[in-house]
């Protein structure tokens, strides 16, 4: 469902929570999007939940289904079983300024939504926005500090080499629309689209910033998406510009 340019900006920020086959784990996801879109509703920030179905089971068809008799969201239903095009599919969709993406088995932050908005609205430059830890709990326990575009000691020729930033940001619902995610493809080695997509969006002119004091909660599973990548040894496709853009801010420094 494409959403036309006349309804779009109505709200302030769509949330999107991409689910596939999550059954009965999905229920503290939806609770914690649902809990960030109050906190930011009693702040004066319109939030709409939109819940991506890409292929789901009937387990996680059910847990939607019991959750939209809880309260308001729009579901979309797909089938193209790749994460990044149903990622393209929600910013296809969005009606909010601002787009935030939630996967299905992860947890955010209470404050998440309103903290985002509030530094993404005042920050004058093309930015996009995530926590400052991503908590990982699961088959692996560690805690991720993502970094600051802005710091001085940050280096974003790092970002070739490594991914530096999750998918679960926060940026401007046209940017997303005009920077897509990629889609996977192991067979060819071909993956990681959040990754792909950072870079994409430094490429476009984008910031990476970080909103302090927030995390979110990051679950690892053996069958997750990043799991099978790691096992696959795929590699993200760098985007056309995106070496070209750290010359030029090299030179700007």
Sequence with gaps: MRVS????????I???????????????????????AVYAASRGVEVEIVVVLDSADDATRQVVAEAAREGPLRRLDL???DLGEARNCAAAAAR????????????????????????????PRLSVWHPELSVYFGGVEKVFIHRDMDDPDYDVAALAAQN???????APADLVREVRFSSTDFRSGRGYED?????????HGAVHKVVPGTAHLIRV???SLGTRTIRSGSR???????????IGRAARR
């Design 164 to 170: 530096q930033w999750t998918a679960l940001g926060f």
């Design 5 to 12: 340019a006349k309804d779009r900006s109505a709200l302030d």
């Design 96 to 123: 909010g300024r601002w787009i935030s993406f939630l996967d299905g088995d992860d947890l955010w932050g209470r404050d998440w939504l309103y903290e985002a908005f509030r530094r993404g609205s005042r920050e």
């Design 14 to 36: 769509t949330a999107v929570i991409n689910t596939h086959r999550e059954g009965a784990i999905l229920r503290p996801t939806l609770a914690s999007a649902r809990a960030a």
């Design 236 to 246: 993200p496709v760098v985007p056309q510009g995106f070496f070209r853009s750290l």
């Design 79 to 81: 089938d193209v079983d």
């Design 195 to 203: 990754w792909a997509w950072n870079m994409a969006a430094v490429a």
């Design 221 to 223: 599973r053996p069958d």
